[in-house]
């Protein structure tokens, strides 16, 4: 009997290759998982520590990574419904699909301007694929200029006359000329009468 080597993490050389020093034969298959454990076994049947005949089959499991998708290099300038169309006939899933807008006059309203992974280039299976997509630029401002005519403060002393007139004022009071006369009272005289 022959005891079961580990070889989970190995890469799938290295495995086959302690296998068979152990007398044993390496039966291989791939499967598809995360990018963290690429290329290693990732299980072994049966498992470490077993006593089996010699010359006895291991199947050992090796991790191929994620599928790699190639982003649709005439993503640019298709709608977004396009685009859309074309990513998951190359393999994305629509969940996986993220679309932002970007308001610019330089691209058709509605279309693709870019994309993250970039046009031709290789996702993972299940990565995320944003899209950007053009909006158009806002219009200007207008700018309203209202001038204001310099009569007004005129027209509003002539509604308000009571603010606009000068006040009157009274006649300085004469005196009379038989006040002032030799400067005495009415019916005086400084004149000496002669004698």
Not at 35 to 62: E, L
């Amino acid at each position: 009997m022959v005891q079961v080597p580990a070889v989970t993490g190995m890469s799938e050389q290295g495995a086959s290759s302690i296998l068979r020093n152990a007398g044993l034969k390496a039966t291989v298959t791939h499967v598809r998982q995360g990018a963290d454990t690429t290329g290693q076994v990732i299980s072994q049947n049966p498992s470490d520590g077993s006593s089996v005949p010699a010359g006895s089959a291991v199947t050992i499991t090796v991790n191929d990574g994620p599928k790699k998708i190639t982003v649709p290099s005439d993503l640019v300038g298709m709608t977004e419904a396009n685009a859309r169309k074309a990513l998951v006939a190359a393999g994305f899933a629509d969940t996986d699909i993220n679309v932002t807008y970007q308001q610019t006059d330089s691209a058709t309203e509605g279309t693709v301007v870019s994309s993250t992974p970039n046009p031709g280039a290789q996702a993972s299976e299940g990565d995320t694929v944003t899209i950007v997509v053009a909006q158009a630029a806002p219009a200007p401002a207008t700018v309203t200029t209202t001038t204001t005519s310099s009569t007004q403060p005129d027209q509003q002393q002539s509604e308000n006359p009571a603010t606009s007139a000068p006040a009157s004022t009274a006649p300085a009071p004469t005196e009379s000329s038989s006040d002032t006369t030799n400067g005495g009272p009415t019916g005086g005289s400084s004149a000496n009468t002669p004698s």
